[in-house]
C-alpha cells in the first residue's frame, strides 16, 4: 500500500515538472526567445508569410500597402525586415521605383514606400489637383474615392 502511494505520488510530481516545462516554453516563445524554435520552422513561417502578403498592382497602390501592413503586423515582422519581403511583391512599374534607391534606402520599408508612392504620384498635391479639376457630368453626383 506505502508502495502504490509512493509510485502514485512520483508520477504526480513528474507530470507536474514536464506542465512546468511546457508552460516556460511557451512563455519562451511567446517572447520570441525559445531555444527550441528551429530554423525550418522559423523558415517555413516566412515562406507562408509571403504566400500571404499581396501582390502590387499599378491599381489600389495604397489598398496594397495597408493590407501589407496589416499581414506583416499581425505575423509581428518587425518593422525592420518589412522592406525584405516588399521586393518580391511589386508590380514592374514599382520595381522600376524600387530600383532607384540606394541599398540603405531600399533596406528601409518608409523611404521605399514614400519612393513607390512618389514614383505613382500618391501625394497630396497630386490628390489636390484631381479634386479642384473635377467636374460634374450629366447633372450626377461624383464621388471620387481613393484607391
Not at 507530470?15 to 512563455?27: G, N, P, Y
Not at 499581414?71 to 522592406?83: G, K, L, S, Y
Not at 504620384?121 to 450629366?138: G, I
Request: with cysteine; glycine share 2%.
Amino acid at each position: 500500500m506505502y508502495q502504490l502511494e509512493l509510485k502514485r505520488v512520483k508520477l504526480q510530481i513528474e507530470r507536474l515538472q514536464l506542465e512546468w516545462r511546457i508552460e516556460q516554453d511557451r512563455v519562451r516563445v511567446s517572447r520570441g526567445t525559445a531555444h527550441d524554435v528551429s530554423a525550418v520552422e522559423r523558415q517555413t513561417d516566412l515562406s507562408m508569410l509571403r504566400q500571404r502578403l499581396p501582390s502590387l498592382r499599378d491599381v489600389g497602390v495604397l489598398n496594397i500597402f495597408l493590407m501589407y501592413e496589416q499581414i506583416t503586423e499581425m505575423d509581428d515582422v518587425p518593422r525592420e525586415q518589412w522592406a525584405k519581403f516588399l521586393g518580391p511583391q511589386l508590380s514592374v512599374k514599382a520595381t522600376r521605383a524600387f530600383l532607384r534607391l540606394s541599398s540603405d534606402g531600399a533596406r528601409n520599408y518608409d523611404v521605399a514606400k514614400s519612393e513607390i508612392l512618389n514614383y505613382f504620384q500618391l501625394d497630396s498635391k497630386s490628390y489636390l489637383h484631381a479634386f479642384r479639376t473635377v467636374r460634374r457630368q450629366d447633372r450626377s453626383i461624383v464621388c471620387v474615392c481613393k484607391s
